[in-house]
């Protein structure tokens, strides 16, 4: 008579489940490696004899000559101990072993924290898990979301789980009963997308023709990238101006913009990206308005032509609004006027006084 182990567990050679069969005077063993089902024998007098991780293995299979595998449902998957081998199989034993992995597993959806994905369900009875790394080879921290549904074919790493714009490892595994998991031998890899930059913006250092702007990051990392630009006009129908460096992708929360006139209304636009160039939505970051030049009262007057007495006055006759320039016609050029340090090498020798002390005349530019 066959005596069937209690349970075929993952194990060795060296540490199998046994079974004696008193008709043949042999004792079987039986073990799981992975997926599959490894058998041994050795022949012996009595069910006390000792098995020894030493024995030679006989046959070390899926399927020898007189050991098969089949399954009532997808979940079992039994040994059949072949009675009579020219006709007929009787089942003696059967056990549950590993679930097939699932196959083909891949990204559905990316979010900003979280992370969907799919694959071809193999019918686990105990459900599957998904697991979300930062390193490939999952020794890092783990982030694990599972379900008990043997039937799925997708799950979400949950929200506020993994940080913006990261790249993370996924394995998608079968679990068994026994608390094993079968993965699947693909790991899948992207990354999170960049969170959209944030609001209110801070405008500092606005000066005639220059702002420095900087805006909240919303959890990015230092090395996402943002884009901006800057309109004359609230729709952005107006003149566009881009930061310092041009109208590129940057790293950093902040920029410094140049070139602006005195006196002007400016609206600020940014997005940003992750690391595999997946673009957020475009942020208003709202607007600022440069610093009006501060014209200094010089004695100066002249007349626009309507009647109006204009003081003439700046050191900054670029930044100064064109209704306000003070200018003078030589020959058939228009230039205008400024006041400047006697040091000045295109300093007339026509001075005035101002509040900052003596002041020279020259033409601009």
């Known amino acids: 008579v066959w005596s069937a182990p209690g349970l075929i567990a993952a194990g060795t050679l060296a540490n199998p489940s046994l079974s ?21 024998s050795r022949t012996v007098t009595s069910a006390a004899a000792a098995w020894s991780g030493a024995e030679t293995l006989a046959a070390d299979c899926n399927a ?3 050991l098969g595998s089949s399954s009532s449902s997808p979940l079992r998957i039994g040994i059949l101990w072949r009675e009579n081998y020219e006709t007929s199989y009787v089942v003696k034993y059967s056990t549950l072993t590993l679930v097939p992995a699932p196959e ?3 990204v559905d959806s990316v979010f900003i924290s979280s992370i969907a994905m799919k694959w071809d369900s193999m019918t686990s009875n105990k459900g599957y898990v998904v697991d979300a790394s930062t390193r490939s080879d999952f020794t890092g921290t783990i982030h694990s979301s599972i379900t008990a549904d043997g039937n799925a074919a997708a799950l979400t790493v949950f929200e506020t789980a993994l940080s913006t714009n990261t790249r993370y490892y996924f394995r998608v595994g079968s679990l068994w009963n026994s608390g094993a998991t ?11 997308l960049a969170a959209q930059p944030g609001v209110p913006a801070v405008f500092t250092e606005v000066f005639f023709a220059s702002v420095t702007v900087s805006w909240p990051d919303n959890g990015n990392p230092a090395y996402t990238e943002y884009f901006l630009w800057v309109s004359t006009a609230a729709d ?25 006139c005195a006196g002007r209304t400016y609206y600020f636009r940014a997005k940003a990206r992750n690391l595999n160039n997946i673009e957020t939505s475009t942020t208003e970051l709202g607007n600022t308005t440069t610093a009006t030049s501060a014209f200094i009262d010089c004695g100066l007057r002249f007349r ?12 900054n006759i670029s930044e100064c609004p064109a209704e306000l320039k003070l200018k003078i016609q030589k020959g058939n050029d228009t230039y205008g006027i400024a006041t400047v340090d006697e040091g000045d090498p295109k300093a007339s020798k026509l001075k005035i006084q101002t509040p900052d002390g003596p002041k020279c005349i020259r033409r601009y530019p």
């Open 20 to 40: 004696y069969d008193s008709e043949n005077n042999a004792i079987y063993a039986f073990w799981i490696d992975v997926n599959t089902i490894k058998y041994s």
């Open 182 to 192: 079968s993965y699947a031998a693909s790991i899948v890899s992207t990354v999170t």
């Open 64 to 66: 020898p000559g007189y």
């Open 304 to 315: 626009d032509g309507t009647g109006t007495t204009i003081t003439g006055a700046g050191q």
């Open 236 to 260: 952005f129908t107006g003149t566009i101006y881009y930061p310092a460096g041009g109208a590129q992708w940057f790293t950093g929360a902040s920029a410094v913009f140049i070139d602006f």
């Open 104 to 106: 083909n597993p891949r």
